[in-house]
């Protein structure tokens, strides 16, 4: 029985960047159509880039929150479809292409 763990004892790890694009889609597909080991952990995450820079504290704007809540969401419904697998899911804030 496999249990998600390589030999080195570490749990298999799988990352997929979601921008929206097809590619991002076709990745996804792809990590669904796998039977991974069970114990493996997938991450989905997606970048946004900030409307205003955050400056001494300052809380993000509203849209700027309603925005990642949305994009969470989305991640939400994404996160099905691989049986044994334990799906996480992160939004951060910065410059998509560079993060």
Request: some cysteine.
């Given at each position: 029985m496999s249990t998600g763990r390589r030999a080195s004892g570490e749990a298999t790890a799988?990352?997929?960047a979601l921008d929206g694009s097809a590619g991002a889609e076709?990745?996804?597909r792809l990590v669904r159509s796998v039977a991974w080991p069970a114990g493996t952990r997938i991450?989905?995450?997606s970048v946004l880039?900030?409307?205003t820079p955050i400056v001494s504290g300052l809380p993000r704007t509203e849209e700027e929150e309603a925005t990642r809540a949305a994009l969470d969401a989305a991640l939400a419904d994404k996160a099905t479809g691989v049986a044994g697998a334990c799906f996480?899911?992160?939004v951060g804030?910065?410059?998509p292409a560079s993060e």
């Amino acid at each position: 029985m496999s249990t998600g763990r390589r030999a080195s004892g570490e749990a298999t790890a799988i990352v997929v960047a979601l921008d929206g694009s097809a590619g991002a889609e076709r990745a996804l597909r792809l990590v669904r159509s796998v039977a991974w080991p069970a114990g493996t952990r997938i991450r989905l995450v997606s970048v946004l880039e900030e409307l205003t820079p955050i400056v001494s504290g300052l809380p993000r704007t509203e849209e700027e929150e309603a925005t990642r809540a949305a994009l969470d969401a989305a991640l939400a419904d994404k996160a099905t479809g691989v049986a044994g697998a334990c799906f996480e899911r992160g939004v951060g804030y910065g410059r998509p292409a560079s993060e």
